[in-house]
């Protein structure tokens, strides 16, 4: 979405969610303006190339490379399973200030940051971090 920074993230197995193979062999993502979109594929290993866009139009770099980026950028991949109570899977994307992105990516705030997202979009609450297991 236009001006968005933070999180995407695409929850599989959505029963009401649209497909994301309607198109042959290229996937299109609309990402809703809160940054989740929800499809109804089940999860699977990503093969191809990323070519990522705002709703304008306007191009996001999006070499995947995180360390050595400057200003806005595109970063993802990661893919995150829960079993409790029933099994959900989501892949976890970042947009936005890649030199932010980096500040926090191996530390208990992106941790948080993502608990909190996936909190409030999907109403999900997790143990994330150490500190909450102590408390």
């Not at 933070?6 to 809160?34: A, E, M, Q």
């Not at 109570?85 to 990516?105: D, K």
């Amino acid at each position: 979405p236009d001006n968005y920074e933070g999180f995407l993230v695409i929850k599989y197995d959505c029963s009401n969610g649209p497909s994301l193979f309607d198109n042959g062999h290229t996937i299109t993502v609309n990402f809703r303006p809160d940054g989740t979109f929800c499809t109804k594929t089940s999860s699977f290993a990503w093969q191809g190339q990323f070519f990522v866009e705002t709703r304008s139009g306007q191009p996001v770099n999006s070499d995947g490379i995180l360390w050595d980026r400057k200003g806005y950028g595109f970063h993802g991949g990661d893919l995150l399973t829960l079993h409790s109570p029933q099994r959900q899977q989501f892949a976890i994307y970042w947009v936005g200030n890649m030199e932010y992105l980096a500040s926090i990516r191996n530390k208990n705030k992106y941790t948080e940051e993502l608990d909190a997202f996936l909190n409030n979009r999907f109403g999900i609450q997790r143990l994330g971090t150490i500190a909450n297991c102590l408390k």
